[in-house]
């Protein structure tokens, strides 16, 4: 995704964080906190689908993280990130979606 401008007050953190996130042509990628926060904030259908594969494949660890960035920055998204990793965790087979 190329970022051509982003006015929220996160967008300076996703940046600088997405300087040292380098893909293996040495670009920089937005971490999977701030990928998905800008896919909830789009809002559109495939950006919620592509959202939920990438947290259906994502550790413990790494949900974690997304739940705390989100969380922080954008609580009303809470309960459309959770839908979305039980979704994307149904996807990939994941028989240990339901969290309790």
Avoid: C, H
Avoid at 45 to 60: H, I, K, N, P, S
């Amino acid at each position: 995704m190329d970022v051509v401008e982003g006015r929220e007050q996160w967008w300076p953190e996703a940046l600088a964080r997405a300087a040292t996130n380098r893909d293996a042509q040495g670009f920089p990628v937005l971490t999977l906190p701030y990928l998905v926060l800008s896919k909830l904030r789009a809002g559109r259908v495939q950006d919620m689908a592509d959202a939920a594969r990438m947290l259906g494949q994502a550790d413990e660890t790494s949900l974690q993280e997304v739940r705390r960035v989100i969380g922080e920055l954008q609580a009303v998204l809470l309960e459309d990130l959770e839908s979305l990793i039980s979704l994307g965790k149904l996807e990939a087979g994941d028989e240990s979606s339901d969290r309790s």
